[in-house]
């Protein structure tokens, strides 16, 4: 029952023949089964107290889609009444008095909140490990990482513990955890789904919270609960809801893609392969494939970025850092990034926003010619959940922790919309990957609908389930 989606869900319980009553239960049922092995869900509140809320909601008129549906929020994000660790030892059982914006809508459309899915120490580096809570495991591979930051939300999804699910993205936290899960992930353009309002409004642009979900149609679903603009905030706007825009889609449309970026990537065997046999696919549902040459300087965009990035990151943890009594209990990693950050100048991010402007301007003219541009959407398989971070990506040395997830930073640095479709499963060791399908800023509904049109053809969420027992 709980693998159908959440929309399938929502049917059968406008139907009459299903309620809240027996999805909670399955759901924890199925939670005390495999959550164990794979470490998805934390914080999970009691039973009892979950099961009479789905009592409750079947007495009541559906608030809205999601009505009598279990959530689960990623840890980075406030829920109220629920911890809010961020998987760090400095907030361990820090209850949020309030939910966040996207919580918040989600629970007006009746989502019941069961507990969070968990991520690393500040949503820090790709793969969901902390203090806290421990390891986030693949479920195809629990020996293998299950990506992040939101690595939590996609094995949840991946196992049935969750038909949908929220997180967020700075360098590829929705996509990387999808591809690594076999499901699918979505980074909206920046500002369709606002953050808190707080801190800073108008210069930090490269984080943002979007859906994660098993296929296109609850995806879409879930972002237009999460989607639309906060007064409050500056550069926020809405879009006309995606759901009902989402016949499938692909004939006519052209498709860049940009590979390894002209050799200057590194990425372990068989990822390209498999996402080139992806694309000869695509080819035959009717869109249009050409091979592009790398569209902007690779050193320059990484420059930007992580001069961008860590001017962010201390921003937003400087404070900590600060406090002496404090800074001890940030992980290695995290306090590097935020002593580059403190050491910048004011100058030194100007000069990597005027990069960032450039490759905007650049990829805007890609887009004259192309509805959408491809990368794999990592550059290796799950590795060894185990280690902290990998150190070298076939055979090439990387000289920082996240450096190893280069390929996610060309659409983050402009904002853009990028869905992570499956495409199936290799490397040796039988591991899922997924593809990037970015596209230009508000085109958030045109990449929904191919994803749509692929997962009609393909199905990968459906077609390999984890076997875990």
């Not at 939300?153 to 999808?178: E, I, K, Q, Y």
């Not at 353009?189 to 149609?217: I, K, Y």
């Not at 639309?228 to 825009?245: I, T, Y």
């Amino acid at each position: 029952m709980i693998d159908a989606g959440a929309l399938e869900l929502r049917s059968q319980m406008d139907a009459g023949t299903l309620g809240a009553e027996e999805v909670m239960a399955e759901t924890l049922a199925r939670i005390a089964a495999v959550n164990g092995q794979v470490n998805a869900i934390v914080s999970l509140r009691d039973p009892d107290e979950l099961m009479a809320e789905a009592r409750a909601a079947d007495t009541r008129p559906p608030a809205g889609w999601l009505h009598g549906i279990p959530i689960a929020v990623k840890d980075l994000a406030n829920a109220a009444g629920l911890p809010t660790s961020m998987g760090s030892p400095l907030f361990k059982g820090q209850i949020a008095a309030q939910d966040d914006i996207a919580v918040a809508r989600m629970r007006a459309a009746g989502a019941i909140v069961i507990g969070k899915t968990n991520t690393p120490e500040f949503g820090l580096g790709s793969h969901s490990f902390n203090p806290v809570f421990g390891v986030t495991r693949n479920p195809y591979d629990t020996s293998r990482s299950a990506g992040g930051s939101s690595g939590g939300a996609g094995a949840a999804l991946a196992t049935g513990m969750l038909s949908v699910a929220d997180g967020s993205d700075m360098m590829g936290s929705l996509r990387n955890p999808a591809a690594w899960n076999n499901v699918y992930g979505m980074r909206p353009s920046w500002g369709l789904v606002p953050s808190e309002p707080q801190g800073d409004s108008f210069l930090h642009q490269l984080a943002t919270n979007g859906p994660m979900a098993r296929n296109p149609r609850d995806l879409a679903a879930l972002l237009d609960t999460m989607a639309g603009g906060d007064p409050r905030q500056p550069h926020g706007f809405a879009l006309p809801p995606v759901l009902p825009r989402l016949q499938a889609r692909s004939e006519g449309l052209r498709l860049g893609w940009l590979g390894d970026w002209g050799g200057a990537l590194p990425m372990e065997a068989g990822i390209l392969d498999i996402c080139d046999h992806a694309l000869r696919q695509m080819e035959g549902l009717g869109v249009a494939v050409d091979v592009l040459n790398a569209p902007f300087d690779r050193d320059a965009i990484w420059s930007s970025w992580i001069t961008l990035r860590s001017w962010s990151v201390a921003c937003g943890l400087g404070p900590i850092h600060a406090d002496t009594a404090l800074r001890d209990g940030l992980k290695d990693t995290a306090i590097w990034e935020i002593e580059r950050g403190l050491a910048l100048s004011a100058m030194q991010v100007n000069e990597a926003s005027t990069l960032r402007s450039q490759w905007f301007r650049a990829a805007a003219t890609l887009f004259d010619t192309y509805d959408v541009l491809a990368l794999p959407s990592a550059q290796m398989w799950p590795f060894d959940a185990d280690i902290d971070w990998p150190r070298e990506v076939a055979g090439q040395g990387m000289d920082t922790y996240h450096r190893w997830m280069e390929v996610v930073i060309a659409a983050s640095l402009l904002g853009l919309p990028v869905v992570n479709v499956p495409v199936g499963f290799g490397g040796g060791h039988d591991l899922p990957m997924g593809l990037q399908l970015i596209g230009r800023r508000g085109s958030d509904a045109k990449l929904l609908q191919l994803a749509a049109a692929w997962h009609d053809a393909t199905g990968w969420p459906d077609q390999r389930r984890p076997t875990l027992t």
